[in-house]
Each structure stands twice: as C-alpha cells, then as structure tokens.
C-alpha cells in the first residue's frame, strides 16, 4: 500500500503474552492512524498521530494498548496481557499533507494477531 | 450508536444487475465522505470520494445527502470483479471513521 510496512504480518501469542506491532510509512507520510479489525468488520479506530503527536487515543479499549510514534516516522502499537479478544488483524493507514482533502488513506497489509 | 452505520447486507446478486449500497453516520460536523474496497484478506483502499452534488466514475455513483446525513453507493452493470466489501468511511477533519461494510457478492 504505497510503502506503508507493517511487522510481523502474523502474530501468534499465548494469552497474557505482550506483543509489539510496527508500522513503517514512508517519508512524508505526516499523520498516521492505527485501526482494529475483526473478521467480518470494518476497521475500527483506535488511535491517530500527526508527526510524532498522538492526537486521539480515543479508540484505544483498554490501558493494555500503547501506541507511540517518537520521532514522526515509525510507529508501534503495543498490547500487554494480550486476551483472546484482541485477536484481529491491525491496520496501519497514513496520508501525507493533503490528504485529507482527498481522502486517499494508505494501508499497511495489516498484522495479523491470534491470541490462544 | 455507532458514529457510521451501514446496510449489514450481505448482496448476492447475478452479473449485470444494479445494487445499492446506503450508509448513515452521526456526527454532523463530518467533513468529507468517501467509500472504500475491501477485497478479502487485503487492505482497505479508496474506490471514490462523495460529494454532496453527486458524483459518478464509470459504473459507479455516489450520493451524499448532509440534511438526512446519508451517504449512497450505486453500482450498475454489476461484474464478478466488483465482488468485496463496501466501506463507507467519514471524515470529521482529522480522523477517519469506517463503517461495518458492506459484503457484495456477484455470481454468474
């Protein structure tokens, strides 16, 4: 999806397990939004930076999730104590200056959690 | 209440036929409204953007209606390649919310 990377594509961890999921945009990709979806759901909101600034966790469910995006570029979205409920496929999405006028998110392949 | 709320479908319908695909969201101060494709097990991306006078590329129109706030998707001369998952997707100026989607298959 227009250089936006995501690791690892598939995640498998045992319950109470923490795990790390990254997102790579390219250059000039100035906001950056994370995105939780569930099999036969839209993607659901979770949290959104513009550059290093993270200006809506609103969508995160619980104090298990954390995402951060220290210097503008790569981001990381952590869950502690991962649960069975948290499994889905998380979607990194970004657009560069402008973007929102035309609204041409970019997405990641996603990164596919299954917490057993 | 969900802040976009689509049709739950999902539309099975023959090649060639016309379906419609209608979308609600809440939030008044949305901004801008686009629909998204979802083919299965691949990512999100913009098939087109809605514009309140109505806009058309190809096979497919979009319709947005801000009084009943009420986005719509009609896609005519259906083909097996349209079959995915419809997403209609709100802009409230810096974020973007998706709906469910919608699932539309095309047989033969």
């Known amino acids: 999806g227009a250089g936006v990377s995501q690791s690892p594509r598939y995640k498998v961890a045992k319950r109470g397990q923490d795990v790390a999921l990254r997102c790579d945009p390219i250059?000039?990709?100035?906001?950056l939004f994370w995105y939780q979806q569930a099999l036969g759901q839209g993607p659901e909101f979770l949290t959104y930076?513009?550059?290093?600034?993270?200006?809506?966790k609103s969508g995160l469910p619980s104090d298990r999730f954390f995402a951060e995006r220290p210097e503008g570029s790569v981001s990381t979205l952590k869950i502690q104590r991962t649960q069975q409920e948290d499994s889905a496929v998380y979607l990194c999405a970004a657009w560069s200056l402008g973007g929102a006028n035309t609204g041409e998110l970019f997405f990641g392949e996603g990164s596919r959690l299954t917490v057993l | 209440r969900k802040e976009v709320e689509q049709d739950p479908g999902p539309f099975n319908v023959p090649e060639g036929a016309t379906v419609a695909f209608n979308c609600t969201y809440s939030n008044s101060a949305s901004q801008s409204f686009f629909w998204y494709r979802q083919d299965c097990r691949k990512e999100p991306k913009l098939l087109m953007s809605v514009y309140s006078s109505g806009n058309e590329d190809g096979r497919f129109t979009a319709q947005l209606n801000r009084a009943s706030q009420y986005i719509s998707l009609l896609i005519r001369d259906s083909k097996l390649s349209d079959s995915a998952t419809y997403l209609c997707v709100v802009n409230k100026g810096d974020d973007m919310r998706f709906g469910a989607g919608t699932r539309l298959t095309v047989k033969p």
């Open positions: 930076f513009q550059n290093e600034a993270q200006l809506d």
């Open positions: 250059s000039g990709h100035v906001s």
